[in-house]
């Protein structure tokens, strides 16, 4: 099944039938890697890992550990250090 996907998303990029522009290449991408790691078009819905509200805890702790050692740091700094998007610091 994923090579017919995969075939599709190359004729796709050729042959325009409607004007319409054919979607993204990573979106072939990702829906051919979704493929042959699950057998499935669908994206997951499994979480792993802890529940959210245990890992924003630990990661506000974190980030208040940051700024009493130092109140100068960036947020992006700050993010960086823990392996964060700077957006939530």
């Known amino acids: 099944m994923t090579d017919m996907h995969f075939v599709c998303g190359m004729a796709l990029g050729t ?3 409607t004007r ?3 979607p993204n290449v990573q ?5 051919h ?3 042959c790691e699950s057998g499935s078009f669908k994206r997951s819905t ?3 890992g802890r529940t959210a509200s245990v890992r924003t805890i630990q990661i506000e702790e974190a980030v ?4 009493e050692e130092d109140r100068t740091t960036s947020t992006r700094k700050i ?3 823990l392996n964060l998007n700077h957006i939530p610091v």
């Open 64 to 67: 208040l550990n940051k700024i």
């Open 33 to 35: 890697d979704r493929l």
């Open 79 to 81: 993010a960086n250090q």
């Open 27 to 31: 979106t072939f991408i990702n829906i």
């Open 15 to 17: 042959a325009r039938r």
């Open 20 to 22: 319409r522009p054919p």
């Open 46 to 48: 499994h979480v792993a």
